[in-house]
């Protein structure tokens, strides 16, 4: 699933095969997006990805030992000089960082003048489940989207939406912004639907959600699956653009 957004982005940056890039990735997890694109550049090329957690930093080198990773907990500046990147890249990142406009600053810094950047994230106040229980569905949209996980700094579930004012409003980039919708029928460990389902048990042990709503939300889903009517969605935006 993820995958299709790192394969947007990819697109977005139009890179070109015979071209040495400098890339940062802000958030970078695992590594995968910098993984994608640096099959798609020349071996040359210098990619970073910088992460807060020092677990998925050491997964990433191991998944890519021919890039870089390390481990930089984004506060109000970046420890990069002037101008060095061609492209700055984040996904699912910036909701957590309490300074955002400090980060939009620094990214700016960071960027060489006609570098790309490409920024994604989802909204999770876009997710939709099919379910007969209106009011209930709304109040776990609305729960997920409001929920500051332990390891977030900061949260805001209408992250995707902000994105094109964050960068736009901030009068130091000039781009475009489109979406991408994840679609799923399938309720099953692994799909997206299913797994974030899931991750609101967490809420019901915590006490913002009733056992019995969420077993019956639970139950709906699976009978629906049973019989061919689940469906879920979710949208992503993706902000991509250069210095003013
Ligand atoms: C939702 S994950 C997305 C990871 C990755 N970009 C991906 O698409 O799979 C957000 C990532 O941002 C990292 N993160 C959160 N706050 C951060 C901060 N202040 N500075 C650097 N990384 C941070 C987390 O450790 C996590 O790996």
Redesign the pocket.
Known sequence: M?NAIYEEIESLLELDLNRKYKVL??????G??LGLLSSSMKSESFLVG????EN?VESAKDNYPHLEFHR????DSLSFEDDCFDIVV????LE??SNKCALITEVHRVLKPGGKVVFSHWDWDTQVYNSANKSIIRKFVAAFSDWKQD???ASDGQMGRRLWGMFEGSGKFKGKITSFTLLETEFREGKYGFDRLRDLSNLVEGGSIEPTEYEMICSEMQNLSDKNKYFYSVNSYIYAGEPA
């Open positions: 993820k990735d802000i958030g970078s997890g695992q995968e997006l910088i992460d807060a957690v998925s930089e907990k984004f506060i984040s996904i699912d990142t957590c960082i390891w977030m700094e």
